[in-house]
């Protein structure tokens, strides 16, 4: 932990910071996995598509400079290489060699359902260790979230 005037115990700020981490590692993960799906999109509606996807993705960048920044604020280092992320993200794997734009839907609504659960159940364990400022930002991240998937999940066909 680094020096700081932050007047949270060091225990919380510790607790916190690997929280924010491994969420920091999810957060770049997402933004990787709905990159590939704008990417490789295509077929009927790919313009829709596409464009929304980019969108999110840019969503899911906010919140990774987000969790970094507050990581930084509480006196710790923000661990977002690739390579960290890769090692350390709790998100599945995105499916390689999609095209339909309905199978990207699918896939990119689970990832931020899973991104989104794991932000709620990270405001219970930062309002349990006594961060109400980490809780209220992945609240914030939270609403985003849950905005995001339902977009993305209004393209989805009417079953």
Do not use: C
């Not at 199978?103 to 689970?110: S, T």
């Not at 159940?121 to 992945?138: K, S, Y």
Request: hydrophobic content about 45%.
């Amino acid at each position: 932990m680094h020096a700081t005037r932050n007047t949270l115990s060091p225990n919380i700020r510790a607790q916190s910071v690997e929280l924010l981490n491994k969420h920091l590692a999810a957060a770049i993960d997402l933004h990787g996995q709905v990159k590939q799906a704008h990417w490789n999109v295509r077929g009927p509606g790919f313009i829709a598509v596409h464009t929304l996807f980019d969108k999110v993705a840019d969503e899911a960048e906010i919140y990774s400079d987000l969790i970094a920044e507050r990581a930084r604020a509480l006196g710790g280092s923000a661990e977002g290489t690739i390579q960290t992320a890769a090692k350390r993200s709790f998100m599945l794997a995105y499916p390689l060699g999609v095209a339909d734009p309905a199978e990207h839907v699918f896939a990119v609504a689970g990832a931020l359902a899973a991104f989104g659960e794991s932000a709620r159940e990270a405001i219970n364990l930062a309002t349990t260790a006594g961060d109400a400022d980490t809780a209220d930002l992945f609240t914030q991240i939270s609403r985003g979230v849950d905005q995001q998937l339902w977009l993305v999940e209004s393209h989805e066909a009417i079953q």
